[in-house]
């Protein structure tokens, strides 16, 4: 993990990481934690297919994806689905046809810095195949494929690969 040396409180080098959650100031007694972030991951579904977008930014550029992302302040997990899902496939959802599936620790490691998020999968099923407008920046590719077909080791993160491996055996 990238360091942070000094106090934002103080200005002095003496800011100290414990490891896990926290970084604190002996000088001045201050805290910074690193707490949980809330992200959410929508399995979009049409009959046995799934629709996964490839990754057009690292972390894991070039990876398969389910589409979501982060929750943002004051906003729910529902609402996040909704607005991450228009703003990277320009599809308009219904919350209240949202599936809640499981929820599963992760790690993002952004610009030398781990996020610890607890990532919330969703599923969403569509009447029709849909295609994406590919000028998004966040893709390079939209795919769907069918579920007996997927490939865990092109999957991106981690809590999505444990999801997909429970998934496949529970939810088929």
Known sequence: MKVLKFCPSCGKQTLQWDQEKKWSCPECSFTLY???AGAVAV???????I???????????????LAGGFVDPKES???TC??????????????DELKYLTSLP???TYKEIDYNTIDLFY????TDKFQVDMELSEISEAVWIPLKELNLDDIAFDSQKIFFENYLNEFI
């Not at 909704?82 to 919350?95: A, H, S, T, Y």
């Open 106 to 108: 992760n790690i993002y």
């Open 77 to 79: 997990a529902e609402n």
């Open 82 to 95: 909704k607005r991450e899902l228009f703003e990277e496939l320009k599809l308009d959802i219904n919350i």
């Open 123 to 126: 599923e969403y099923e569509v």
């Open 43 to 49: 399995v979009i579904r049409y009959k046995d297919e």
């Open 51 to 65: 629709f996964l977008t490839r990754r057009n930014q690292e972390p894991k550029k070039g990876k398969l994806d």
């Open 34 to 36: 690193n707490n949980v």
